[in-house]
């Protein structure tokens, strides 16, 4: 009669511990999720294990309207890592069905900043400078302003220059002897009236 129970106790330990050995992978579901950048480069990784097997499991991941992953899975899908352009900001989205009840599905967003920081852009003026080089004048000539003015006066603004005398072919001392002829016979005239009346 011991043996018996012993024997049903031992079966029924077994079934139970065969049946947690079984239930514990299809209740852990450890989804593990992470974006970061690495250097130049937007990095993500996801980790799906201890799902229920048979391949009914699917995950779907996107970068944006970019599909990244869309695949089914069985107990076990793995870790790995997707790289994008570190220039530009980054949403990923990833999404995990799991076949043994929508209560172990899984959902989750990461987004990353430009990782690669874009210089701000410099401007550079260059200023040319003008030298200008002194007038060296030679000793012996003058300035303009050493020039000395001119004797000779400047015209009146406005009036005409006088035009020369006309040349008449005359000769003053002519002139000058027609008129003592003409004194000597005027005096000879009232020299003769005069005696005239006395005689």
Avoid at 20 to 39: D, F, G, I, Q, Y
Wanted: proline share 8%; charged share 20%; aromatic share 4%.
């Amino acid at each position: 009669m011991a043996s018996r129970v012993l024997g049903a106790l031992a079966v029924t330990a077994t079934a139970a511990l065969a049946s947690l050995a079984l239930a514990t992978p299809a209740s852990a579901h450890t989804p593990v999720s992470s974006a970061e950048c690495v250097k130049d480069k937007a990095v993500l990784k996801v980790k799906l294990t201890q799902y229920a097997g048979g391949d009914k499991n699917t995950v779907l991941i996107k970068d944006g309207d970019k599909v990244l992953a869309d695949e089914k899975f069985g107990q076990n899908w793995g870790e790995k890592k997707f790289e994008a352009d570190g220039t530009v900001k980054h949403t990923f989205t990833i999404k995990v069905t799991a076949s043994d009840g929508s209560k172990y599905n899984y959902e989750k967003t990461h987004e990353t900043p430009a990782c690669v920081k874009t210089p701000p852009t410099t401007t550079t003026t260059t200023t040319t400078t003008t030298t200008t080089k002194p007038v060296v004048t030679s000793p012996e000539t003058p300035s303009s302003s050493e020039v000395p003015p001119s004797s000779t006066p400047a015209a009146p603004a406005g009036s005409a220059p006088e035009p020369p005398l006309a040349a008449t072919g005359a000769s003053p001392m002519w002139l000058l002897l027609s008129g003592v002829g003409l004194v000597g016979a005027g005096a000879g005239t009232l020299l003769f009236l005069r005696r005239r009346r006395s005689a």
